[in-house]
């Protein structure tokens, strides 16, 4: 069984060669130091999380009329012979809406973050049941404050299928993945020095 996960949608949208290098190849490079940062931040937001959450059931959850969070979900969902699969930063609830809420550093909606979130996204409506409308949000994990909301509708998710089975293609070694041809990719990208594509 395959597996795609929805961060791989962000990184086949910077460069698809960088996905395969990373994914397919699965050459090793060092970490890079906002990735050590982040996960750093991750796990100490969580912790505060904790401190004050209460446990309850999804379907309390999902009927929840006052704002509510869950934090750090794991879901996943096959499509034909490939599960995708991926970790919420976090769901937050009203009377009326659902928000899937990506944190990042120095967050911009580039459409690398808007296609994680479009995965994301179809995780959440394919595993839950529920009326209320479903936005995608992108927020800025240092500031707190939401850079880019769109709510999930039928072009977000045609845009995930689009992605998603051209990731199932080159994984499957269908069709060949396509280098970026913007050179300041390659100049901030963590595989450059490993890269026969790469344009620095």
Same mark, same amino acid.
């Given at each position: 069984m395959n597996v795609i996960g929805a961060s791989w949608l962000a990184t086949h949208e910077y460069c698809e060669y960088k996905l395969y290098l990373d994914k397919i190849l699965k050459i090793r490079v060092p970490e890079s130091e906002e990735m050590v940062i982040g996960r750093l931040i991750h796990q100490e937001k969580e912790g505060e999380f904790l401190k004050w959450a209460e446990p309850g059931t999804w379907e309390e959850f999902l009927k /929840?009329?006052? +704002?509510? &969070?869950?934090?750090?979900? /794991?879901?996943k969902k096959q499509i034909g012979n490939t599960i995708i699969s991926g970790v919420i930063?976090? &769901?937050?609830?009203?009377?009326?809406? &659902?928000?899937?809420i990506d944190d990042k550093p120095n967050a911009f909606p580039f459409n690398?973050?808007?296609? =994680? +979130? $479009? /995965?994301?996204?179809? +995780?959440?409506k394919?595993?839950?049941? $529920?009326?209320? #409308?479903?936005?995608?949000?992108?927020?800025?994990?240092?500031? #707190?404050?939401?850079?880019? =909301? #769109?709510e999930y509708d039928g072009k977000l998710e045609e845009e995930f299928f689009i992605a998603f089975?051209?990731?199932?293609?080159?994984?499957l070694l269908e069709e060949?993945? &396509? /280098?970026?041809?913007?050179?300041?990719?390659?100049l901030k990208c963590r595989f450059n020095k490993v890269c026969e594509k790469s344009l620095v």
């Open positions: /929840a009329e006052e +704002l509510t &969070i869950a934090r750090e979900v /794991a879901l930063d976090e &769901i937050a609830i009203d009377k009326d809406f &659902i928000y899937i690398t973050v808007k296609k =994680q +979130l $479009s /995965a994301y996204c179809y +995780l959440f394919e595993n839950f049941s $529920s009326s209320k #409308k479903l936005f995608a949000v992108l927020r800025d994990r240092d500031r #707190k404050m939401v850079v880019w =909301q #769109k089975h051209r990731i199932r293609k080159i994984i060949e993945p &396509i /280098a970026t041809d913007n050179p300041n990719k390659c």
